[in-house]
Each structure stands twice: as C-alpha cells, then as structure tokens.
C-alpha cells in the first residue's frame, strides 16, 4: 500500500508558476499509474494529469493542456506537476493520486486507491 504526501503549494500571482511535488512511501512506485486532481471550494474533485507507469505517456484535461506537465522519477519515487500560467480559476487543492489498475485516460476520481492529503494552491494578484 502506498503513502502520497503533496509538497509545493502556494500563493502565487495570475500569470506565475508553481511546481507540486508528491512523493510516495510504502510500495513499489513503478507499479502505479499517477494522477493529479484539484478541487475548488465548492466544486467537485476534477481531474488534471496523469502519467503512465513508465512515465513515457501522459494525459491532460482540456483546461490545463499546454499550461501544465506532469512528470515522474521512478527512481526517487515521486510525481510533479508543473503549473505555468496560472489563472485565478487553478485556485483549488491539489492532490495527488495512484493507482495499480486505472486506464491512463480515465478521469474519474474513484478508480484511484490511494491519495495525499492536498496541498492548496491560491493564485491571486
């Protein structure tokens, strides 16, 4: 079973960057699918990247395709998301998923298995 923590949140201005970190424990990190969600106050958990196990395919929601990049080290265990021209609307919590069995291009929230607690991510001027 695989611990996440998320690492990286922030305030930060329209325009700006961040990049999240999450960073697995407690399994064989090579063997899960990554995703990133967000949620917004008083919206439903949404979907955002994902990666493959290899880290050789990803996949992205329409909203952040070109503003957004995942990425994986197998090696040092973790997942990144890399958030470049931030708009007021990335306002959310961020969280960072996996999963054993989930097709890559599958959004929905529940066929993930194991998740971090968050980490919120403000962008505001």
């Known amino acids: 079973q695989v611990q996440l923590v998320e690492f990286g949140g922030g305030l930060v201005q329209p325009g700006g960057s961040l990049r999240l970190s999450c960073a697995a424990s407690?399994?064989?990190?090579?063997?899960?699918?990554m995703g990133w969600f967000r949620q917004a106050p008083g919206k439903e958990r949404e979907f955002v990247a994902a990666i493959s196990k290899s880290g050789l395919s990803t996949y992205y929601a329409d909203s952040v395709k070109g503003r957004f990049t995942i990425s994986r080290d197998n090696a040092a265990n973790k997942v990144d998301l890399q958030l470049n021209s931030l708009k007021r609307e990335d306002t959310a919590v961020y969280y960072c998923a996996a999963d054993e069995y989930v097709q890559l291009t599958d959004t929905t929230s529940y066929k993930y298995a194991y998740w971090g607690q968050g980490t919120q991510v403000t962008v505001s001027s």
């Open positions: 407690g399994g064989t990190f090579r063997y899960y699918t």
